[in-house]
């Protein structure tokens, strides 16, 4: 919903520059705005973020869809064949890398977070949206580890919830890094993940019934940070790195499909088919024999 609100922003600017109405808009504005951005350098997936936030406001607004016209759909087809839908990927963080990366966050209030949130993260396979909304009230002990529910996530709309299994282990150790953060901020409820200050203390409650916590932009930026401190570069890397990071992991090892799709919450096995591909793109490769 940020994201829409602030493309209805941008649409409004551009259309208040060039003398055009944004809410009705007419399919030309719309067609009109859209090769703007891509001119602009924005990628397919943002315009076609762009043209589905006009449809939602035009929606909320009762008004017809400017963007069910031909021309936008044609302009849309043009920018895809211009630009090209390619993801642009970053890299996994895999268990070799996070284990690289763990060994080397000093041992602060602040070292303590970020350990448990890069090991849970991974363990989980979860996205960072997901990281940040985790309350305390969300784990439960199991023999094994923990079970952690999901209250909503970006496939599961409804608030269903979907409960994850976080094992023990004995390399990563989630579980262990995450009581040890936990039991350092004497965090017993409220949000899992928040704010340490400059001079080591966990924020302080933003209002009398809000505790803090940290935001998608803080994952990804502590990350890049500890991923730097470890000798690589944080260019390549970002919050979508943990997750992509266990499931190229779980493909290297081997792991059913069935089993990494059970951790990572996807709904359409194609997307996980990809990871394993690149993760297994050498193993008994055609050409292996007689390359």
Same mark, same amino acid.
């Given at each position: 919903?940020?994201?829409?609100?602030?493309?209805?922003?941008?649409?409004?600017?551009?259309?208040?520059?060039?003398?055009?109405?944004?809410?009705?808009?007419?399919?030309?504005?719309?067609?009109?705005?859209?090769?703007?951005?891509?001119?602009?350098?924005?990628?397919?997936?943002?315009?076609?973020?762009?043209?589905?936030?006009?449809?939602?406001?035009? +929606?909320?607004?009762?008004?017809?869809?400017?963007?069910?016209? #031909?021309?936008?759909?044609?302009?849309?087809?043009?920018?895809?064949?211009?630009?090209?839908?390619?993801?642009?990927?970053?890299?996994?963080?895999?268990?070799?890398?996070?284990?690289?990366?763990?060994?080397?966050?000093?041992?602060?209030?602040?070292?303590?977070?970020?350990?448990?949130?890069?090991?849970?993260?991974?363990?989980?396979?979860?996205?960072?949206? #997901?990281?940040?909304?985790?309350?305390?009230?969300?784990?439960?002990?199991?023999?094994?580890?923990?079970?952690?529910?999901?209250?909503?996530? =970006?496939?599961?709309?409804?608030?269903?919830?979907?409960? =994850?299994?976080?094992?023990?282990?004995?390399?990563?150790?989630?579980?262990?890094?995450?009581?040890?953060?936990?039991?350092?901020?004497?965090?017993?409820?409220?949000?899992?993940?928040?704010?340490?200050?400059?001079?080591?203390?966990?924020?302080?409650? +933003?209002?009398?019934?809000?505790?803090?916590?940290?935001?998608?932009?803080?994952?990804?930026?502590?990350?890049?940070?500890?991923? #730097?401190?470890?000798?690589?570069?944080?260019?390549?890397?970002?919050?979508?790195?943990?997750?992509?990071?266990?499931?190229?992991?779980?493909? #290297?090892?081997?792991?059913?499909?069935?089993?990494?799709?059970?951790?990572?919450?996807?709904?359409?096995?194609?997307?996980?088919?990809?990871?394993?591909?690149?993760?297994?793109?050498?193993?008994?490769?055609?050409?292996?024999?007689?390359?």
């Amino acid at each position: 919903m940020r994201a829409y609100k602030g493309d209805a922003v941008l649409f409004q600017g551009w259309c208040a520059r060039y003398g055009f109405r944004a809410l009705p808009a007419s399919p030309e504005a719309v067609a009109g705005f859209l090769v703007a951005e891509a001119e602009a350098g924005r990628s397919a997936s943002t315009i076609g973020r762009r043209c589905a936030a006009i449809r939602y406001a035009h +929606k909320l607004a009762g008004q017809p869809d400017p963007t069910d016209d #031909e021309a936008v759909r044609a302009a849309m087809r043009g920018i895809r064949r211009r630009v090209g839908v390619a993801p642009n990927r970053k890299a996994a963080a895999t268990a070799e890398i996070l284990a690289a990366a763990l060994m080397r966050i000093p041992d602060t209030l602040a070292g303590k977070r970020d350990r448990a949130l890069l090991a849970l993260g991974f363990a989980g396979a979860f996205r960072r949206s #997901e990281l940040v909304a985790l309350d305390v009230a969300d784990l439960s002990e199991h023999a094994d580890g923990l079970r952690v529910i999901v209250r909503r996530s =970006k496939t599961d709309q409804e608030g269903q919830g979907i409960e =994850k299994a976080i094992p023990h282990g004995r390399f990563i150790r989630p579980v262990a890094l995450l009581r040890e953060w936990l039991d350092a901020a004497g965090i017993t409820e409220g949000p899992l993940f928040r704010p340490v200050s400059r001079s080591g203390n966990v924020r302080a409650r +933003k209002t009398a019934e809000t505790l803090p916590r940290l935001t998608t932009q803080a994952v990804s930026d502590i990350i890049k940070r500890h991923l #730097e401190a470890a000798g690589l570069d944080p260019a390549l890397f970002g919050a979508h790195s943990l997750r992509a990071g266990f499931i190229t992991t779980a493909a #290297e090892r081997g792991a059913d499909l069935a089993r990494i799709m059970d951790v990572s919450g996807h709904r359409d096995p194609r997307t996980v088919v990809g990871y394993i591909r690149r993760a297994n793109a050498f193993k008994d490769h055609a050409g292996g024999g007689f390359l």
